[in-house]
């Protein structure tokens, strides 16, 4: 570098030091980051950009460290569809990886030796009870044990500690009001955060550059209709698939933009906040969306939706022909030409009920309210035909419909064609809404 090569580089970095000052902006590290000799370069940009004005909240992972604690406990680690099964007897060694994995990232960010980038810093690190979770529970007939999802955010106690200066630092752990703690995933937590704080970016941690395309080249910038698309052709289980799908939720929730960039490359968060063409693979978002009554055109796009749902079990099956039947009973979410989310209402008229099936959204498109603006609409379809309840099956999403004001009822009570009809193998729990 020249002598003065430094000097332009500050210059022209200036916009983007005035346009970041007081914005949020949530970090996601994944346990394999904190294990690399990167990572103390790392601490020392989110000094810099806090010492900027910029409002920080990190989210970080332990799978390597959770692995390493129960490999040593001669534990066995079980896993389906990629997620960690965490059985009671393994949590307290997940929650002794956790714990001390926060521990050092504090005292990282605590440095401040005299001739060190952090010298002066003086950075105020807060933790806490910010994520409440639920359980995943039983998926393809595996207990998930205490794994969880997040549930909520605490956005006014997080908002407090970023207002006061404060690095705020979350673990990948969820708490419930029973007093249950549950271990979660890190990209879950970020995007979730991210989302709940309408934070200007999200920034994820990687192995690589970015996304890389079939050629191993990195793909610069993707709208999240493109980061979807490209969903589909990756695995499940794939890793990057987690983090593209956190990066496409955040966007859909509101997030400006979330960008993809390298743990193992020096300096890719500064590069990627204060240059031009940045480091690694921006996900920006679009808005082109409306929940309206499905046609016939709209099959095809209910078929692909609800697809790997009856695959899994979630669903019952249903042919192209029979939805060509039922299409008039449908409402769906599209957003840019795509469907994202779809619910059906058949009607029982001589009991004044009305059933919601066939519910599904697109898993990168979940947590923006989609499933609230679906189940709108099917109430007011509901009301309008004069149903005075709205009843539901359900295998794994109880807790979601009974945040929605549904309450549980028993199988007898369920309309007499429906009853007839009712699957025992499946073992569905029912709920009932009252429409007022």
Sequence with gaps: MKSNDWLHGFRHSSPYINAHRGRTVVLTLGGEAI???????????????????????????????????????????????GLRITKEAQLPFALEAIGALRAYLESRLSMGLVNSPMHGARIRVSSGNYVAARPVGVLGGVDHGYTGRVRRVDISGIEKLLEAGHIVLLPPLGYSPTGDAFNLSYEDVGSHVAAALQAEKLIIFTEHKGVLDEAGDLVRELTVRQACDRLATLKAADADSDLLRAACD???????RSHIISYGEDGALLEEMFTRDGSGTLVSGDNYEQVRRARVEDIGGI?????????????????????????????VAERDGMIVGCAALYSYPEETAGELSCFAVDPAYRRA??????????????????????????TQTEHWFRERGFEPSKVQFLPGPKLANYNTQRNSKVFVKRLG
Excluded: W, Y
């Design 250 to 256: 955040a966007c859909v929730k509101g997030v400006r």
């Design 35 to 81: 294990a690399h000799d990167n990572l103390i370069n790392i601490i020392h940009d989110i000094t810099l950009l806090s010492s900027l004005g910029v409002k920080l909240v990190v989210a970080f992972g332990a799978r390597p460290q959770i692995q390493k604690r129960l490999d040593e406990a001669g534990e066995i680690s079980e896993f389906k569809d």
């Design 303 to 331: 078929v692909e939706l609800i697809q790997p749902l009856e695959d899994q079990g979630i669903l019952v099956r249903r042919s192209r022909e029979l939805l060509e039947t039922e299409i008039d009973g449908f409402v």
């Design 369 to 394: 309210g989609r499933g609230d603006d679906i189940l709108a609409m099917i109430e007011s379809k509901a009301r309008s035909l004069g149903l005075a309840q709205l009843f539901v099956l359900t």
